[in-house]
């Protein structure tokens, strides 16, 4: 398909996903339940650390951490005592269980606390063209504090060769404005331009079919191959095409 009929294609593909419908169903419903800044932050890197399996299933446990957290993630990861903590016991998501949250709220009480929150970090840590290397010093500040090794393979390293997915669809929603409502666009300091496709097994497949991607496996080279031709498409908001991926391969079939 020639590049002009593609880029046609595609665009129509994302006016026909990119809209408020595609909210409910998603995980990114769950930091739609909020308005302080703070909130939205915890609650969508929290949802988007469980997005893998069912979307049905991973929206359901979204919304049901936040409730554990008495629909204040802001106020709980802040002031929390041993006591609330023993309460998000029996919480499980696939391989994501009870201590890792627990590990979560205390790694985000102290990057608010002593980093000056999640906002600060990707942008301190943000190069010209990427938002990659701040995932890679994000992961290395989110362990600063006693871990478990286990909970390590929950935050991805993209210098590690992961397409970090999870963390790159977190940032969609935090740095994307739509102009429509979907994303969140709550942080102004950062490019759209630097945003990088969540890359998965779905967004892979369709992008191969239409000739976006060649790599085989997806990994690290992957992901800056389709950013690549993704940024050819619109330089300035190339992850809007994350929606058409996404609607062709679940939706469509394609």
Request: charged letters at 20%; glycine letters at 6%; zero cysteines.
């Given at each position: 398909m020639p590049e002009n009929e593609l880029k046609d294609f595609l665009d129509s593909k994302v006016i026909q996903y990119n809209t408020l419908d595609f909210i409910e169903p998603d995980p990114i419903s769950v930091p739609h339940r909020y308005s302080l800044k703070e909130d939205i932050e915890i609650s969508g890197f929290l949802a988007s650390t469980i997005a893998w399996g069912n979307r049905k299933m991973i929206t359901k446990n979204g919304h049901r951490m936040m409730d554990l957290?008495?629909?204040?993630?802001?106020?709980?990861?802040?002031?929390?005592?041993?006591?609330?903590?023993?309460?998000?016991?029996?919480?499980?998501?696939?391989?994501?269980?009870?201590e890792d949250l627990i590990y979560f709220i205390k790694a985000l009480n102290h990057i608010y606390s002593n980093k000056g929150g999640l906002e600060t970090i990707f942008t301190k840590y943000q190069t010209e063209d990427s938002l990659q290397q701040a995932i890679h010093e994000f992961n290395k500040i989110f362990f600063e504090i006693p871990h478990q090794s286990r909970t390590r393979k929950h935050v991805a390293d993209p210098l590690k060769g992961s397409v970090a997915k999870r963390i790159n669809m977190c940032l969609r929603w935090f740095v994307r404005n739509d102009n429509i409502g979907v994303d969140l666009g709550i942080w102004k300091n950062i490019s759209m331009s630097k945003l990088s496709c969540p890359l998965d097994v779905h967004s892979g497949n369709v992008a191969r079919k239409l000739g976006l991607l060649e790599r085989k496996q997806n990994d690290g080279k992957a992901l800056l191959e389709l950013d690549t031709n993704l940024r050819q498409l619109d330089s300035n908001d190339p992850v809007k095409y994350d929606f058409a991926l996404f609607g062709l391969g679940i939706f469509e079939g394609f």
């Open positions: 957290l008495g629909n204040s993630p802001y106020d709980f990861v802040m002031s929390y005592n041993e006591n609330q903590l023993e309460k998000l016991e029996g919480f499980v998501h696939r391989t994501f269980n009870a």
